[in-house]
T-cell receptor, first 116, second 117 residues
Framework: AQKVTQAQTEISVVEKEDVTLDCVYE???????LFWYKQPPSGELVFLIR??????QNEISGRYSWNFQKSTSSFNFTITASQVVDSAVYFC?????????????FGEGTQLTVNP | DADVTQTPRNRITKTGKRIMLECSQT?????MYWYRQDPGLGLRLIYY???????NKGEISDGYSVSRQAQAKFSLSLESAIPNQTALYFC????????????????FGPGTRLTVL
């Protein structure tokens, strides 16, 4: 069965610090998809990124970057020069293409607080 | 206008009452999902539907039922609400993997906060 672990329940940083959110996953499928979502205090879920299992290229989007390593089953998310507006709960999620009909399994989330 | 809408946004009800939460989407996606979010537990899948005639149970379907009235509409019902169904409920939609050259990322509605007293 698929599983996602976000070991960091809460992280608190000061503005402009870099912060990395960890995500470790378990799957028996060879084809799968990994996602990050942001949930700000307003409550909506915002899609940030999708990564396919066959594409291990890291990705950078502005202050956000993602490091996907199949060897360690990890898909970590780094925010560079954090800002107060980055304060939110961040969820990592996994979708198996073959065995689970592309349903998403979410980690428990990491609450990030960026203090001014 | 929002692509995925949910009604109501907030609801307080009493134990034993029947409740329906509605979801509509304008994204043209075939796949729709219902999740609940509880503090510290992330999101858990209740039901999902890959098209109007295809409805499947998720990991926590007991106490819930769904109806896919059309491609764009997917309703979640609590036949007899109980207090431990107090939660934030999300509807989501997606394409299948690879459709239109995109992946199967899910797009979420704004959520319905349900309180069962």
């Amino acid at each position: 069965a698929q599983k996602v672990t976000q070991a960091q329940t809460e992280i608190s940083v000061v503005e402009k610090e870099d912060v990395t959110l960890d995500c470790v996953y378990e799957t028996r499928d060879t084809t799968y998809y990994l996602f990050w979502y942001k949930q700000p205090p307003s409550g909506e879920l915002v899609f940030l990124i999708r990564r396919n299992s066959f594409d291990e290229q890291n990705e950078i989007s502005g202050r956000y970057s993602w490091n996907f390593q199949k060897s360690t089953s990890s898909f970590n998310f780094t925010i560079t020069a954090s800002q107060v507006v980055d304060s939110a709960v961040y969820f990592c999620a996994l979708s198996e293409a073959e065995t689970s009909g592309s349903r998403l399994t979410f980690g428990e989330g990491t609450q990030l607080t960026v203090n001014p | 206008d929002a692509d995925v809408t949910q009604t109501p946004r907030n609801r307080i009800t009493k134990t034993g009452k029947r409740i329906m939460l509605e979801c509509s989407q304008t994204k043209g996606h075939d796949r729709m999902y219902w999740y609940r979010q509880d503090p510290g537990l992330g999101l858990r899948l209740i039901y999902y539907s890959f098209d109007v005639k295809d409805i499947n149970k998720g990991e926590i379907s007991d106490g819930y039922s769904v109806s896919r009235q059309a491609q764009a509409k997917f309703s979640l019902s609590l036949e007899s609400a109980i207090p431990n169904q107090t939660a934030l409920y999300f509807c989501a939609t997606s394409d299948p993997p690879g459709a239109s050259g995109r992946g199967n990322e899910q797009f979420f509605g704004p959520g319905t906060r349900l309180t069962v007293l």
